[in-house]
T-cell receptor, first 111, second 115 residues
Framework: QQKVQQSPESLIVPEGAMTSLNCTFSDSASQYFAWYRQHSGKAPKALMSIFSNGEKEEGRFTIHLNKASLHFSLHIRDSQPSDSALYLCAVSNTGNYKYVFGAGTRLKVIA | ETAVFQTPNYHVTQVGNEVSFNCKQTLGHDTMYWYKQDSKKLLKIMFSYNNKQLIVNETVPRRFSPQSSDKAHLNLRIKSVEPEDSAVYLC??????????????FGPGTRLTVL
C-alpha cells in the first residue's frame, strides 16, 4: 500500500525567501507526482506535476523528482504572503485510478 | 462556466440519518472521485469512477454508496451516519489518456456535521 509522507508539517518564512517542501513515497512503480495547494476554506488546486526524473519550472515554482530516492520536492522562489496555504503532494500509478495524498505542509509567508 | 459543482455546501444531521451529496462536472472529464478530508486536512480517496464504472473502492464502511448516472455526475449516499463521518467531502474529476494520470479538478466540497 502506497505511503506518502510530507515534511515539514509546517513552515514560516519571510516574504521573498525560498521555500522548499518535501514529499517521499513508498511505491517505486509510481508514475505521476503532483503538488496541490489549498487555501483556507477552499478546494485543493493543482500547482504542478511531473512524470519523469528531473526538474520542471513554472514561474516561481519548481518541482524536482528523484525516483531512485523515492522523493520529490516543490521549491517556491520569492515567496509571497499569497502563497500561504496548505500544500499537498499526490502520487499515482499509471493504470490505476487512485491518488494518494500526503498529510500536507502548512506554509505561512510573513510580510 | 466549466467546473466541478457540489451540493449542498453544508449539511448538519443527527446520528442514524441518511444523507446524499451531489456532484456534477462540466469539464468533459471521464473520471470522477470522492474524497474525504478530515479535521486535520488529511485527504483520503474513497471511490473512483471511470465512464460510470466503479474502478476504485477504498476501504470505507458499507453505509457509504456512490452512484453515477453518467460520466458527468457522481453522487454519494451515506446510510445511517455516525459521528466519525463528520468531514468535508470533496468531489473531483480528471481526464486520463495515454500519458497516464492527470491533474484533478476539485469541487468546493460539502461539509457534513453529525450531531
Amino acid at each position: 500500500q502506497q505511503k506518502v509522507q510530507q515534511s515539514p508539517e509546517s513552515l514560516i518564512v519571510p516574504e521573498g525567501a525560498m521555500t522548499s517542501l518535501n514529499c517521499t513515497f513508498s511505491d517505486s512503480a509510481s508514475q505521476y507526482f503532483a503538488w496541490y495547494r489549498q487555501h483556507s476554506g477552499k478546494a485543493p488546486k493543482a500547482l504542478m506535476s511531473i512524470f519523469s526524473n528531473g526538474e520542471k519550472e513554472e514561474g516561481r515554482f519548481t518541482i524536482h523528482l528523484n525516483k531512485a530516492s523515492l522523493h520529490f520536492s516543490l521549491h517556491i522562489r520569492d515567496s509571497q504572503p499569497s502563497d500561504s496555504a496548505l500544500y499537498l503532494c499526490a502520487v499515482s500509478n499509471t493504470g490505476n485510478y487512485k491518488y494518494v495524498f500526503g498529510a500536507g505542509t502548512r506554509l505561512k509567508v510573513i510580510a | 462556466e466549466t467546473a466541478v459543482f457540489q451540493t449542498p455546501n453544508y449539511h448538519v444531521t443527527q446520528v442514524g440519518n441518511e444523507v446524499s451529496f451531489n456532484c456534477k462536472q462540466t469539464l468533459g472529464h471521464d473520471t470522477m472521485y470522492w474524497y474525504k478530508q478530515d479535521s486535520k486536512k488529511l485527504l483520503k480517496i474513497m471511490f473512483s469512477y471511470n465512464n460510470k464504472q466503479l474502478i476504485v473502492n477504498e476501504t470505507v464502511p458499507r453505509r457509504f454508496s456512490p452512484q453515477s448516472s453518467d460520466k458527468a455526475h457522481l453522487n454519494l449516499r451515506i446510510k445511517s451516519v455516525e459521528p466519525e463521518d463528520s468531514a468535508v467531502y470533496l468531489c473531483a474529476s480528471s481526464v486520463r489518456d495515454w500519458g497516464g494520470s492527470y491533474e484533478q479538478y476539485f469541487g468546493p466540497g460539502t461539509r457534513l456535521t453529525v450531531l
